[in-house]
């Protein structure tokens, strides 16, 4: 008998315009239905960064419909893991859940050519997230 639950993942960042947007993104591109995937930002921004989108199309992956979502408790209560980026002590801590800090540099202001190097590295983190969550699902 397999295991029904899927695995969630909030990425959280203060604007959740750039970093987890991306992040977001990739996850749900890699594994599908295998992982629920939310993101958030504490203080939202008004859309999503313009570069960041454009960066991310490069890729494949568009990001255009997407809107900057504010950070709720029920979010981190319904999430097995949780990845800030940057959000410093605005991100609630709940007892029980895993978390990670993912030190990035902040797309914000930044034309395509510096959103890439964070876009290539968030890729390869999601990656390694990915594998983890589901080498752990499988034993």
Known sequence: MSDTTV?????VCVHNAGRSQMAA???????????????????????VNPSVVAAMAEVGIDISAEVPKVLTVDAVQASDVVITMGCGDTCPVFPGKRYLDWQLDD??????????????????RVHGLLDEITATRQA
């Open 25 to 47: 993104a990739f996850l749900t591109h890699l594994a599908g239905d295998r992982v629920q995937v939310r993101s958030a930002g504490s203080t939202p921004a008004d859309e």
């Open 107 to 124: 797309p914000a202001g930044q034309g395509v050519g510096a959103v890439r190097p964070i876009r290539d590295e968030i890729e390869k």
């Open 7 to 11: 695995p969630s993942v909030l990425f």
